[in-house]
């Protein structure tokens, strides 16, 4: 592998986007070492983290992207990643992980941010949220009586059980 690179791209969805994407990257046999990618409200957040081969150069690769993101619409943007980094952080993979699950009637922002601050004083991190109920509409009247969001957390709590009744209050 030459280079590590992370490659993000936004803006507006799109069928086709991201295989358009993922086609350059197989024409030029990149090694895919790491992908997540979320729309919320037609909004595109894709990154993929792309080992690049040894015989190839990154520049036309990240070129042709570029080119393609033009072309689609939406921008892309590459950070480059020392084998160094790529290394401490597959050593922090082996961190214990955690699934919680925010219950309600409706998810709000007050909601949102008491879960992510007693989280974050746990010394927990957050990987990743996911909507695992349907969106609200907008009427009141039409609104389900549930909603529930996922967090996936990694890290070693300070006290599982002060985060345990955090949360429950």
Request: hydrophobic share 40%; aromatic share 4%.
């Given at each position: 592998?030459?280079?590590?690179?992370?490659?993000?791209?936004?803006g507006?969805?799109k069928p086709?986007?991201?295989?358009?994407?993922t086609?350059i990257?197989?024409?030029?046999?990149v090694t895919?070492l790491?992908?997540?990618?979320?729309?919320?409200?037609d909004?595109?957040?894709?990154?993929?983290?792309?080992?690049?081969?040894?015989?190839?150069?990154?520049s036309?690769?990240?070129?042709?992207?570029l080119f393609q993101?033009h072309?689609?619409?939406?921008?892309a943007?590459f950070?480059p990643?020392?084998?160094?980094d790529?290394?401490n952080w597959?050593?922090?993979?082996g961190?214990?992980?955690?699934i919680?699950t925010?219950?309600?009637?409706?998810i709000?922002?007050?909601?949102m941010?008491s879960?992510?601050?007693?989280?974050?004083?746990?010394?927990l991190?957050?990987?990743?949220i996911?909507?695992?109920s349907?969106?609200?509409?907008?009427?009141?009247?039409?609104?389900?009586s549930?909603?529930c969001?996922?967090?996936?957390?990694s890290?070693?709590?300070?006290?599982?059980a002060?985060?345990?009744?955090?949360?429950?209050?």
């Amino acid at each position: 592998m030459r280079d590590i690179i992370l490659i993000s791209v936004t803006g507006e969805d799109k069928p086709g986007l991201t295989s358009s994407i993922t086609g350059i990257l197989a024409r030029y046999n990149v090694t895919v070492l790491d992908v997540g990618q979320a729309v919320i409200h037609d909004a595109l957040s894709l990154g993929i983290l792309a080992g690049m081969p040894a015989e190839a150069e990154s520049s036309p690769i990240l070129k042709d992207i570029l080119f393609q993101a033009h072309e689609l619409g939406v921008r892309a943007n590459f950070t480059p990643v020392t084998p160094d980094d790529y290394v401490n952080w597959t050593l922090q993979q082996g961190k214990p992980r955690y699934i919680l699950t925010l219950l309600s009637r409706l998810i709000s922002a007050e909601q949102m941010s008491s879960v992510a601050t007693i989280v974050a004083d746990a010394g927990l991190n957050i990987d990743r949220i996911a909507r695992l109920s349907g969106r609200p509409p907008l009427d009141e009247s039409e609104r389900p009586s549930r909603a529930c969001v996922e967090f996936t957390l990694s890290g070693s709590p300070r006290d599982v059980a002060g985060m345990r009744d955090r949360l429950l209050e």
